[in-house]
């Protein structure tokens, strides 16, 4: 990661899976007082704005009051925010609702009329912002599409605020791809949305997307595909407890994660741990927390030496 030598443009947190509300699970016990300690460390980063790429409640699917909270809870913080909605916010598909009872509830309404939507109104189902010339664009998906809102972000890709950008960034839930090659994230993730992540893929690709930014697996990962830099910053309630504080520079941004804090709410954890390696992940802490080039991730903006390095 090359020094800053010069004050950024603009600076942003990205954070995810922040889990409020009643849990269902004990490995989510924590997500509370990590919540606090993430806005704790957000006041001190004074960010110009903070996106919050999904699962906001632990079961505001199944009750409209968490999402309420959530939405009181960020207006909070005191930077600008936007906010999208994950699996426990607002069910992907009726199979989930099976998959996981009491937990997500299907909603076969349009979007604006889901419970999330009724909380969160349009801004925090679809978004555009301008940063430090950097357009982000948020998107919500369910299985399927049947809201159209991948040819909502294709014309918004066009638009000339995307266009006219030094740059443009998605923000979404799910991942387009696994982001571990073995132990349970290799075959996790991108299903709740079936058929969908693919088609976003090739929405991002189409539209020379140079960053998209997810959450949903609980863990810090990074990866280019097809040009496209994927990256998330891990999760706040259980996972890699933690978040992204991002900076925008005449020819990159750079995104680094920092861990909550408070080192007794900075462990790592949540998927089996003798499950969770793979060749580039060898040990469990690893797979959760990421390698030293996902931890520190700096994208070249178009027109300034391209491409995406870490380090």
């Not at 912002?129 to 950097?134: F, K, P």
């Not at 791809?177 to 993730?189: D, E, H, K, N, S």
């Not at 949540?270 to 080039?293: I, L, N, Q, R, V």
Request: glycine share 12%; aromatic share 6%; charged share 20%.
């Amino acid at each position: 990661m090359p020094p800053m030598d010069r004050l950024p443009l603009a600076t942003f947190v990205h954070c995810s899976d922040l889990h409020l509300g009643t849990q269902h699970d004990a490995k989510f016990a924590l997500a509370g007082a990590r919540a606090d300690c993430l806005r704790a460390d957000i006041r001190a980063a004074a960010p110009d704005w903070v996106v919050v790429s999904g699962d906001l409640t632990a079961r505001g699917a199944v009750d409209p009051a968490e999402a309420d909270a959530v939405h009181a809870w960020l207006d909070g913080l005191g930077p600008a925010w936007d906010a999208l909605p994950g699996n426990h916010d607002l069910c992907p598909s009726p199979s989930q609702e099976a998959r996981f009872p009491g937990i997500e509830r299907y909603e076969p309404v349009p979007l604006r009329e889901t419970a999330y939507g009724r909380a969160f109104g349009e801004p925090g189902l679809r978004f555009g912002r301008t940063l430090g010339g950097v357009r982000f664009l948020g998107v919500t998906l369910r299985a399927g599409d049947p809201d159209a809102e991948l040819e909502r972000l294709a014309a918004a890709l066009r638009d000339p605020a995307a266009r006219g950008a030094r740059a443009r960034v998605v923000v979404g839930h799910y991942p387009v791809a696994p982001v571990r090659t073995a132990g349970p994230l290799a075959a996790w993730g991108p299903g709740h949305i079936g058929a969908t992540a693919a088609e976003l893929e090739r929405v991002l690709v189409a539209g020379a997307v140079d960053a998209y930014l997810f959450g949903h697996v609980h863990v810090l990962a990074a990866a280019e595909r097809a040009g496209v830099r994927h990256l998330t910053p891990g999760a706040v309630a259980v996972g890699c407890p933690g978040f992204r504080l991002c900076a925008i520079h005449e020819d990159r941004i750079e995104f680094r994660f920092l861990p909550l804090s408070r080192p007794d709410l900075a462990s790592c954890g949540f998927w089996a741990a003798a499950a969770s390696t793979d060749p580039d992940h060898p040990d469990a802490e690893m797979y959760h927390a990421g390698t030293a080039a996902e931890r520190a991730v700096v994208v070249r903006l178009p027109g300034t030496g391209g491409g995406a390095v870490a380090g």
